[in-house]
């Protein structure tokens, strides 16, 4: 009889790539996958995923009545389902999963998608980042699967809980290119340069101002901005205020088939975080990885894990600060260099070839393995 797999994931699933990566490859093993989440306003269908869904709808969106109600539906959902290994992906699902994990004697694996108490959203708010830290120091040290996005939140980890915790990186699928790509059938400018900036996440202090204002300094170039987040509102009152509506275009999130043709259309990949929380310097964005596969230039900010990519592989440039000068000085430099340009573009085809799902998937199948796939 297969095995089953519940995953649970607060964020949209159909935009999860980890989520639909991870139980990708667990189809491949034959397990048979369950992905529990919620229903967003403006979810798209599931229809089109090769595992099953299940979405709650939500009396609350937002603040600590959504996550006290998810979890409160989630342990009484996961209760009466019959399940072999329980998938808790991030903080925010891993009560109700640890506590039917108890009361059912069954496998729990635990996936780490950030390092959730260090995020900036709770760093100023000191009551709520306590809650978050006491169900975690409650919990994490009771885990015996886990695994997180990064070597250095895995180190955090080992050091706060003393417990060995593998390392899965948000490495994206290898991706072929083709006629998708194409500017024209995407509705892109042929004559001008293109950076892009894409995520699920585009939050405060991911660096999104600074790159919209670099824009003032560029001629002949277009920034595209991919994707949500709290502060893309923001982002176009900036666009308005500094008159930028023929530089910047905003395209909401799409499935990661189209965005990713969008990437391949971009000249270089931006992805600009601040290391003023733990969660941004030691992340290692999934980003990173499309613009890899794209065959994409990147310029990044000096996160350790990020930086410590472009240098070894050698496929883009660093900036030394956030000032919006300094951001569009880097990328003249880059446009203006295309020797240097192409020396990235071949060095991104090894980087792809190394820095791939099918790759890093085969971490996943032992973490489950020796949980009792």
Not at 196 to 206: E, T, V
Not at 312 to 333: F, Q, R, V
Request: glycine share 4%; charged share 25%.
């Amino acid at each position: 009889m297969k095995k089953r797999i519940i995953f649970s994931v607060i964020n949209d699933i159909v935009f999860d790539q980890r989520i639909n990566r991870v139980a990708g490859t667990l189809l491949q093993e034959d397990a048979e996958i369950l992905v529990v989440g919620r229903q967003l306003r403006n979810s798209i269908s599931c229809n089109h995923l090769p595992f099953k869904v299940k979405r709650f709808s939500m009396i609350f969106n937002k603040g600590p009545l959504m996550y006290a109600f998810f979890n409160i539906r989630l342990f009484i959902y996961l209760l009466f389902k019959r399940v072999d290994i329980l998938l808790a992906n991030d903080l925010d699902t891993l009560l109700a999963n640890f506590l039917v994990s108890r009361i059912k004697n069954t496998t729990l694996i635990y996936d780490s998608h950030e390092y959730f108490t260090g995020v900036p959203e709770i760093q100023n708010r000191p009551f709520v980042r306590k809650v978050w830290q006491m169900t975690e120091g409650w919990i994490f040290p009771k885990i015996k699967h886990v695994y997180t996005v990064s070597q250095s939140i895995a180190g955090i980890y080992k050091k706060q809980y003393n417990i060995n915790v593998e390392v899965v990186r948000n490495v994206s699928c290898k991706w072929n290119r083709s006629e998708n790509c194409s500017r024209k059938r995407l509705g892109l400018p042929t004559d001008r340069y293109i950076v892009i900036l894409q995520g699920a996440g585009i939050n405060i202090d991911r660096g999104a101002e600074e790159a919209v204002l670099s824009m003032q300094y560029l001629d002949n170039t277009i920034l595209l901005i991919i994707g949500d987040g709290d502060i893309v509102e923001n982002l176009r009152q900036m666009v308005s205020q500094h008159r930028l509506e023929s530089k910047i275009k905003f395209i909401e999130k799409v499935p990661h088939n189209i965005l990713m043709n969008f990437s391949c259309a971009a000249d270089i990949g931006i992805t600009l975080d601040k290391d003023t929380n733990l969660n941004y310097k030691y992340s290692l964005p999934n980003k990173l990885f499309d613009y890899i596969q794209a065959g994409v230039p990147v310029l990044a900010s000096k996160i350790d894990e990020v930086e410590s990519i472009i240098k070894s592989y050698d496929i883009g440039d660093i900036i030394e600060n956030h000032n919006p000068e300094h951001i569009a000085l880097k990328l003249k430099n880059m446009f203006s260099d295309p020797d240097r340009m192409q020396l990235w573009k071949n060095n991104l085809q090894k980087a792809g070839e190394e820095l791939c799902w099918e790759n890093e998937q085969v971490k996943i199948i032992e973490i489950f393995r020796k949980a009792g796939l």
